[in-house]
């Protein structure tokens, strides 16, 4: 499904929405290359859709003991690619299906670094 992130000032930018729904927030970013479950479950992410530097976001999955928060606080994952199958030996799940649980948003097929120097 086709997504556009609209900005404030008019920007639009484009990509897909992998998972089918949308949502809204204050767009962020962060140049962590790692660290994606953490950063979604930071309350200092509240409200907000963080977009990630990183290429590929997903890749080592979800474990539950990586979490910051009791919950996912971000409103969205703004990224460039989301894996389908991460690969980890502690790996308890995909970032997407547990994105989805919590019906969190992602868009995918962005050019994060435009959008990141959009935002500076």
């Keep these: 499904m086709r997504a556009h992130l609209i900005l404030k000032d008019g920007t639009i930018f484009r990509g897909r929405a992998p998972l ?16 994606y479950q953490e950063i979604l479950t930071d309350p200092s992410f509240a409200g907000q859709m963080v977009c990630m530097t990183f290429p590929e ?8 003991d ?21 690969d980890h030996h502690r790996c308890e799940g995909d970032l997407a299906g547990w994105l989805k649980r919590h019906h969190i948003p992602v868009m995918t097929d962005l050019d994060t670094r435009a959008l990141t120097q959009h935002l500076r």
């Design 20 to 35: 089918g729904f949308g949502g809204g927030g204050e767009a962020v970013f962060t140049t962590a290359m790692a660290g």
């Design 57 to 64: 976001q997903g890749i080592y999955g979800i474990h539950a």
């Design 66 to 86: 990586l979490n910051e928060g009791t919950r996912p606080w971000a409103t969205g994952l703004l990224c460039r690619r989301l894996s389908f199958a991460p």
